[in-house]
């Protein structure tokens, strides 16, 4: 059975600090992963995505994420935060057999102070 | 990025009558769609799996009676809530997965909310 796992329900950090949102999780066999963000009353928005390649992927508004296979980990990050990047980030597995849906981690809310 | 839409965003009806809820992919053709409720301050649950021209596929505990789906083609697909009571308010959420492989990509629409009186 696949699983995703964040384990933080909130993260706080100030403005211009880097930022770090864990993710792991749990399949049998190679994962696609991804993050999505959203925002208030709104549905989700694609960051990136690991399919294979490069473990370093980079995304949408300065974020960045790395496949560490040997951790099964797939945490977000981005260099310096901005205070509009506060929202509910979601991570995703999914195995990539025929159609299986994509697994959602519960969320972390990231909260960046000015 | 490809864009997924729903229509309407935001409903409110009378216990009893029955809403339809459509979604759209945009600007591209999606190989599977895929419908989602979330309830406040949690994460997704995944409702059912559609694709176009079969019948959905529903996870456990989702009655496929009373959340109807219908994929009638490769960029639409709708749900319609039948019989809808207060216990159904919610925030619904599509979503249509486009590509194969490295190319794959799946896009969320921006949620329709609920609210059975």
């Known amino acids: 059975a696949q699983s995703v796992a964040q384990p933080e329900d909130q993260v706080n950090v100030a403005e211009g600090n880097p930022l770090t949102v864990k993710c792991t999780y749990s399949v049998s066999g190679n994962p696609y992963l991804f993050w999505y963000v959203q925002y208030p009353n709104r549905g989700l928005q694609f960051l990136l995505k690991?399919?294979?390649?490069?473990?370093l992927v980079k995304g949408s508004y300065g974020f960045e994420a790395e496949f560490n296979k040997s951790q099964t980990s797939f945490h977000l990050k981005k260099p310096s935060a901005l205070v509009s990047d506060s929202a509910l980030y979601f991570c995703?597995?999914?195995?990539?057999?025929?159609?299986?849906?994509?697994?959602f981690g519960k969320g972390t809310r990231l909260s960046v102070i000015a | 990025g490809a864009v997924v839409s729903q229509h309407p965003s935001r409903v409110i009806c009378k216990s009893g009558t029955s809403v339809k809820i459509e979604c759209r992919s945009l600007d591209f053709q999606a190989t599977t769609m895929f419908w989602y409720r979330q309830f406040p301050k949690q994460s997704l649950m995944l409702m059912a799996t559609s694709n176009e021209g079969s019948k959905a596929t529903y996870e456990q505990g989702v009655e496929k009676d009373k959340f109807l789906i219908n994929h009638a083609s490769l960029t639409l697909s709708t749900l319609t809530v039948t019989s809808a009571h207060p216990e159904d308010s919610s925030f619904y959420i599509c979503s249509a997965r486009s590509g194969r492989g490295g190319t794959e990509t799946q896009y969320f629409g921006p949620g329709t909310r609920l609210l059975v009186l």
């Open positions: 690991y399919i294979t390649g490069d473990n």
């Open positions: 995703a597995v999914r195995v990539p057999r025929g159609n299986t849906p994509l697994v």
